[in-house]
């Protein structure tokens, strides 16, 4: 035994890809947890909560297929349901599909190129980055490098007579065939996107058949076996075949319009860089990776022509079908990962043969080169590109700018002064499976109707939960997906009160109060601002308030001729001869009315207000209105004797206890 031992080779490389891994699995968990869930990421979380019967019925009326969240299940059954726990799933995923990088690298294009392809994909920002994300992108990528390392492998003949080109032909391809299987239809299983990988492998695999295998009828055989290991992974997908038609037929409601050749370069980008580097910082990382993969496709004449057309057909025919099939958003781009492990093998090659044809200088010239040489001219030259990443994985880390949807802080903003009959609505889809993610009590949470199909239908809804709430939160997020026609926003800002809007990353938290006991408020008379229009009357709820509270106040505004400039409405709270503690600008009914479209003699009820923050010291302040020019600040003077100069209409008090 001690003789085996001592007799076995000491191979290096496998510490190097060891060191890889390690580095891999490093980036991968580096803060996985720091961020809150975002919403589709609350989605997997609430879905893989459920018995398997119930995550297939949900997938059925989802729009993606079943196995990541059947995985996920099981994946938090040991090791928890915390944000760093679901989302390493998807780490580990990504880290296996490095060591993929590696197998398919040197197989294609030798030892060395797979070790640099490894370290590439290790270290890329946009593999990272759904490494991180509890979704089923990762898994995605890893079913497409096992697949496509198995097309490799299945292509290349069994015997190796010595014209034969293909580095592992003789291992035989039935195993590797059961991997094709296997990862296709996994992929299958788990996202719809997963045909186009299907058909750039297709484009790869003609190309390794034809050029790499020797004889003809080797040829025809391996065209069988591939159609074959493709019949049987569809077979296994069949029984969802119908919900994935007509699942993949609701795929996106706004569809921009994109220059074609400008879309594929924002792709391209997006591989390399990730969405976390602005143009300006990604074009010396995209102009490296660039040279890297024109000499890796481009240098050695016929040398491995099969493997580099094949290499080129995974990572261009993606983005390509997306682009060409009318696909293309910012969003969508995550179906590209599949692309980057193909790219960074390119890129490999390109290393690997600049370091051949340095050595073979040496070697002309009769310079006994020393034994470390090359892998230290591998490194050296694998570093420069992988350097230039360093700026967007330090935003993806630690950038607010790029951070996640944060479901976390919006559930605790509204948390920390939570009444009992507060309301919350999502206009998103999976807005709640998120939110209920952070706060398990689901009462007064409402998901409102998808792409409503009637406003009646909308007011019917509204009204009904107004009814009931005092105090109503609003999450929107990507609304003219949801409510394409802005029914909802549009009912709120003609019979709610809003009184506070701020953006919490992508997402636009709005507070309203119902205005439930309107019909007790004081009424105020008005006053004539400017030339054209006149307050007619104020009311509102003043007199006792709390922290926290909203000060709903309705303004009735009447124009005596058609005003020429648009005016924005400010409310002020606060001492007459101090700043604000609260205050509310908008343009009238939060900006669907704008002054400049108002008739003469039109009346225009607009409902507003003003939230009263949870550190405004207590007393007793006066309410304020008034319109001012937002281009130029200044206000509309009011017009009547003995009326305030700075413009500032006072309406009522209210004493904060």
């Given at each position: 035994m001690l003789a085996r031992l001592h007799s076995t080779p000491f191979r290096p490389h496998w510490l190097i890809l060891g060191a890889i891994l390690v580095l891999a699995v490093a980036l991968r968990l580096h803060k996985i947890g720091a961020q809150s869930l975002w919403y589709d990421e609350g989605n997997s979380a609430r879905i893989a909560e459920r018995p398997l019967a119930l995550i297939v019925a949900g997938a059925a009326g989802d729009i993606h297929p079943p196995l990541y969240y059947i995985a996920l299940k099981y994946w938090r059954a040991v090791f928890g349901e915390g944000e760093a726990a679901l989302r390493a799933f998807s780490a580990a995923c990504s880290a296996l599909t490095?060591?993929?990088?590696?197998?398919?690298?040197?197989?294609?294009?030798?030892?060395?190129?797979g070790l640099v392809a490894a370290f590439l994909l290790a270290v890329m920002p946009f593999a990272i980055y759904y490494a991180q994300e509890a979704r089923m992108y990762a898994l995605l990528a890893l079913c497409a490098a096992a697949s496509t390392w198995a097309v490799l492998r299945m292509a290349y003949r069994r015997s190796t007579p010595a014209t034969c080109c293909a580095p592992t032909a003789d291992r035989p391809s039935l195993p590797f065939a059961l991997l094709y299987v296997t990862a296709t239809a996994a992929g299958l299983w788990t996202h719809y996107a997963y045909p186009f990988v299907m058909i750039a492998q297709g484009m790869a695999y003609l190309a390794l058949a034809q050029l790499s295998v020797c004889a003809a009828?080797?040829?025809?055989?391996?065209?069988?076996?591939y159609v074959l290991a493709n019949v049987v992974a569809i077979a296994i997908f069949l029984p969802w075949l119908p919900v994935a038609i007509r699942q993949v037929q609701g795929w996106g409601v706004e569809r921009p319009a994109y220059a074609f050749g400008a879309a594929l370069l924002d792709a391209y980008?997006?591989?390399?860089?990730?969405?976390t580097l602005p143009l300006d910082q990604a074009l010396l990382p995209v102009g490296l990776f660039t040279v890297c993969v024109a000499l890796g496709v481009g240098l050695g004449r016929r040398k491995a022509l099969a493997e580099r057309l094949a290499m080129l057909a995974l990572m261009g025919t993606p983005p390509i079908l997306l682009l060409a099939l009318g696909l293309y958003r910012e969003a969508y781009l995550k179906f590209l990962l599949v692309c980057v492990l193909p790219l960074c093998v390119l890129a490999a090659r390109g290393v690997a043969v600049v370091v051949d044809e340095g050595m073979a200088m040496v070697a002309a010239r009769r310079k006994r080169a020393h034994p470390l040489s090359a892998p230290a001219l591998t490194a050296a030259l694998a570093l420069i590109p992988a350097a230039t990443l360093i700026p967007s994985l330090r935003n993806l880390y630690d950038n607010?700018?790029?951070?996640?949807?944060?479901?976390?802080?919006?559930?605790?903003?509204?948390?920390?002064?939570?009444?009992?009959?507060?309301?919350?609505l999502f206009l998103a889809p999976n807005q709640w499976e998120v939110f209920t993610y952070y706060q398990r009590d689901d009462r007064n949470?409402?998901?409102?109707?998808?792409?409503?199909?009637?406003?009646e239908a909308v007011a019917a809804e509204m009204q009904a939960i107004a009814s009931a709430h005092r105090r109503i939160f609003a999450l929107y997020f990507a609304e003219r997906d949801a409510d394409p026609e802005g029914w909802y926003e549009l009912w709120m800002s003609g019979s709610l009160y809003k009184a506070h809007e701020r953006w919490v990353g992508n997402i636009r938290l709005a507070i309203y109060d119902s205005g439930a006991d309107r019909d007790a408020w004081p009424v105020a008379t008005g006053a004539a601002f400017g030339d054209a229009i006149t307050?007619?009357?104020?009311?509102?709820?003043f007199g006792e308030a709390h922290r926290g509270d909203i000060v709903p106040i309705e303004l009735t505004w009447q124009a005596r001729a058609k005003p020429e400039r648009r005016y924005k409405v400010f409310v002020h709270v606060g001492p007459p001869d101090g700043p604000p503690v609260a205050q509310h600008d908008s343009e009238p009914v939060a900006g669907y009315r704008p002054t400049n479209g108002w008739q003469a003699n039109e009346r225009i009820a607009d409902r507003r207000g003003a939230w009263i923050a949870p550190e405004t010291p207590?007393?007793?302040?006066?309410?304020?209105?008034?319109?001012?020019?937002?281009?130029?600040?200044?206000?509309?003077?009011i017009a009547q004797d003995g009326a305030p100069a700075d413009g500032r209409l006072k309406i009522g008090e209210i004493t904060i206890r």
């Amino acid at each position: 035994m001690l003789a085996r031992l001592h007799s076995t080779p000491f191979r290096p490389h496998w510490l190097i890809l060891g060191a890889i891994l390690v580095l891999a699995v490093a980036l991968r968990l580096h803060k996985i947890g720091a961020q809150s869930l975002w919403y589709d990421e609350g989605n997997s979380a609430r879905i893989a909560e459920r018995p398997l019967a119930l995550i297939v019925a949900g997938a059925a009326g989802d729009i993606h297929p079943p196995l990541y969240y059947i995985a996920l299940k099981y994946w938090r059954a040991v090791f928890g349901e915390g944000e760093a726990a679901l989302r390493a799933f998807s780490a580990a995923c990504s880290a296996l599909t490095v060591l993929c990088a590696y197998l398919l690298g040197r197989d294609a294009f030798g030892r060395r190129a797979g070790l640099v392809a490894a370290f590439l994909l290790a270290v890329m920002p946009f593999a990272i980055y759904y490494a991180q994300e509890a979704r089923m992108y990762a898994l995605l990528a890893l079913c497409a490098a096992a697949s496509t390392w198995a097309v490799l492998r299945m292509a290349y003949r069994r015997s190796t007579p010595a014209t034969c080109c293909a580095p592992t032909a003789d291992r035989p391809s039935l195993p590797f065939a059961l991997l094709y299987v296997t990862a296709t239809a996994a992929g299958l299983w788990t996202h719809y996107a997963y045909p186009f990988v299907m058909i750039a492998q297709g484009m790869a695999y003609l190309a390794l058949a034809q050029l790499s295998v020797c004889a003809a009828r080797s040829r025809r055989d391996a065209l069988m076996r591939y159609v074959l290991a493709n019949v049987v992974a569809i077979a296994i997908f069949l029984p969802w075949l119908p919900v994935a038609i007509r699942q993949v037929q609701g795929w996106g409601v706004e569809r921009p319009a994109y220059a074609f050749g400008a879309a594929l370069l924002d792709a391209y980008r997006a591989l390399i860089v990730g969405r976390t580097l602005p143009l300006d910082q990604a074009l010396l990382p995209v102009g490296l990776f660039t040279v890297c993969v024109a000499l890796g496709v481009g240098l050695g004449r016929r040398k491995a022509l099969a493997e580099r057309l094949a290499m080129l057909a995974l990572m261009g025919t993606p983005p390509i079908l997306l682009l060409a099939l009318g696909l293309y958003r910012e969003a969508y781009l995550k179906f590209l990962l599949v692309c980057v492990l193909p790219l960074c093998v390119l890129a490999a090659r390109g290393v690997a043969v600049v370091v051949d044809e340095g050595m073979a200088m040496v070697a002309a010239r009769r310079k006994r080169a020393h034994p470390l040489s090359a892998p230290a001219l591998t490194a050296a030259l694998a570093l420069i590109p992988a350097a230039t990443l360093i700026p967007s994985l330090r935003n993806l880390y630690d950038n607010p700018a790029y951070a996640r949807d944060d479901y976390r802080g919006i559930q605790q903003l509204i948390a920390a002064d939570a009444r009992p009959d507060d309301a919350v609505l999502f206009l998103a889809p999976n807005q709640w499976e998120v939110f209920t993610y952070y706060q398990r009590d689901d009462r007064n949470l409402f998901p409102l109707a998808y792409r409503p199909a009637t406003y009646e239908a909308v007011a019917a809804e509204m009204q009904a939960i107004a009814s009931a709430h005092r105090r109503i939160f609003a999450l929107y997020f990507a609304e003219r997906d949801a409510d394409p026609e802005g029914w909802y926003e549009l009912w709120m800002s003609g019979s709610l009160y809003k009184a506070h809007e701020r953006w919490v990353g992508n997402i636009r938290l709005a507070i309203y109060d119902s205005g439930a006991d309107r019909d007790a408020w004081p009424v105020a008379t008005g006053a004539a601002f400017g030339d054209a229009i006149t307050l007619v009357e104020a009311r509102g709820r003043f007199g006792e308030a709390h922290r926290g509270d909203i000060v709903p106040i309705e303004l009735t505004w009447q124009a005596r001729a058609k005003p020429e400039r648009r005016y924005k409405v400010f409310v002020h709270v606060g001492p007459p001869d101090g700043p604000p503690v609260a205050q509310h600008d908008s343009e009238p009914v939060a900006g669907y009315r704008p002054t400049n479209g108002w008739q003469a003699n039109e009346r225009i009820a607009d409902r507003r207000g003003a939230w009263i923050a949870p550190e405004t010291p207590p007393g007793a302040y006066s309410v304020f209105v008034g319109l001012y020019d937002p281009d130029t600040g200044a206000r509309l003077p009011i017009a009547q004797d003995g009326a305030p100069a700075d413009g500032r209409l006072k309406i009522g008090e209210i004493t904060i206890r």
